[in-house]
C-alpha cells in the first residue's frame, strides 16, 4: 500500500466529504486501486455511490462493534478501481462501544492490515470530530489531510488538529505526517482570504490546488454522482483533479 490518508477536521461543512470522494475517485482514475472508507454516521461518501452501499446490511460499523473482517464489509463501486467500506448511522455509538478497550484505537488499523496487499490507497472520510473512531483513522494513516475554509472557525480549529496529531504520534502511530491543509470554498481576490490564507501556513503546510466554489458540487450529490461523471470540465472538477495530482505525487 502506498498511503493510507485521513481527510480529517473537526468542523462540518469545509468540504471534507466531497474532497474524501474526488481524491478516492480521481485516484482510481489513475488507475490505482482504491478503498474509501466512510467513518462518518451521516454517511454521506457513501450516498454518492448508494448502488454499493448498505443494502446488505454490511457496513463500516459492524468493523468496530463486532470486528467482521474488513474484507467481508468492502464492496466495489461503479467507478473502475474504487472499492467502499459504507457508514452506518450507528457509527455514532462507536464512541461508547470502544470506550475504555485496551485496543480501541487500533481497531481500523489491524483490519487495513488484513487487505494491505488489495489496494493502493486507502481514503478515509472522519466525522466532523475529534472523536474516538477519528483517533482510529489518525492510528491508521500514513498522511493527514485537512481540509479548510477561510474563517476565524478554521483557525481556531487547527489548534485542536496539530495536538490531536501530536498525541497520535507520540502514543499510537509515529509515522503519521501532515501533507497539508487544502483550502475548500476558496476565493483568492477577498480581503479576508489575503488575511488568513498567511496565518493558516504559520501552521500547516497549503496545498497549491484551491478548491473554488461551484453549484455543482451541490448538484452532484443530489444525483450520488461524482464530479467527474457530473460536470468534468467544471472549474471544482478540475480543481480537484490538480489537488489529486499533488497527493499522488507523494505516493512514491
Known amino acids: 500500500m502506498k498511503q493510507t490518508l485521513c481527510i480529517a477536521n473537526q468542523k462540518g461543512g469545509v468540504g471534507k466529504t466531497t474532497t474524501s470522494v474526488h481524491l478516492a475517485v480521481g485516484l482510481a482514475r489513475k488507475g490505482e486501486r482504491v478503498l474509501l472508507i466512510d467513518l462518518d454516521a451521516q454517511s454521506n461518501a457513501s450516498?454518492?455511490?448508494?448502488?454499493?452501499?448498505?443494502?446488505?446490511?454490511?457496513?463500516?460499523?459492524?468493523?468496530?462493534?463486532e470486528k467482521v473482517p474488513i474484507r467481508e464489509l468492502i464492496t466495489p463501486t461503479r467507478i473502475a478501481g474504487l472499492s467502499l467500506l459504507p457508514a452506518s448511522s450507528?457509527?455514532?455509538?462507536?464512541?461508547?462501544?470502544?470506550?475504555?478497550?485496551?485496543d480501541g484505537f487500533f481497531v481500523?488499523?489491524?483490519?487495513?492490515?488484513?487487505?494491505?496487499?488489495?489496494?493502493?490507497?486507502v481514503v478515509i472520510d472522519c466525522p466532523p470530530s475529534l472523536s474516538l473512531i477519528t483517533m482510529n483513522a489518525f492510528v491508521a494513516?500514513?498522511?493527514?489531510?485537512?481540509?479548510?475554509?477561510?474563517?476565524?472557525?478554521?483557525?481556531d480549529g487547527i489548534e485542536a488538529i496539530l495536538e490531536a496529531?501530536?498525541?497520535?504520534?507520540?502514543?499510537?502511530?509515529?509515522?503519521?505526517?501532515?501533507?497539508?491543509?487544502?483550502?475548500?470554498?476558496?476565493?483568492?481576490?477577498?480581503?479576508m482570504s489575503q488575511t488568513v490564507v498567511p496565518m493558516i501556513e504559520e501552521?500547516?503546510?497549503?496545498?497549491?490546488?484551491k478548491i473554488p466554489p461551484s453549484v455543482a458540487v451541490e448538484e452532484a450529490h443530489l444525483l450520488n454522482q461524482s464530479?467527474?461523471?457530473?460536470?468534468?470540465?467544471n472549474k471544482t472538477t478540475k480543481a480537484y483533479q490538480q489537488f489529486t495530482d499533488e497527493v499522488y505525487s507523494f505516493g512514491g
Open 47 to 65: 450516498s454518492v455511490f448508494s448502488e454499493s452501499s448498505t443494502k446488505n446490511g454490511k457496513d463500516s460499523f459492524l468493523l468496530f462493534s
Open 90 to 102: 450507528k457509527l455514532s455509538q462507536i464512541d461508547v462501544l470502544l470506550s475504555g478497550k485496551m
Open 108 to 121: 481500523l488499523k489491524e483490519a487495513l492490515e488484513t487487505v494491505n496487499n488489495d489496494f493502493d490507497w
Open 141 to 155: 494513516a500514513t498522511g493527514l489531510i485537512v481540509p479548510l475554509q477561510i474563517s476565524k472557525f478554521s483557525l
Open 165 to 191: 496529531k501530536n498525541h497520535t504520534v507520540k502514543r499510537f502511530n509515529p509515522g503519521l505526517k501532515i501533507l497539508g491543509a487544502l483550502l475548500t470554498l476558496f476565493q483568492q481576490r477577498t480581503t
Open 203 to 209: 501552521h500547516l503546510r497549503l496545498f497549491e490546488s
Open 227 to 233: 464530479l467527474y461523471e457530473y460536470q468534468p470540465k
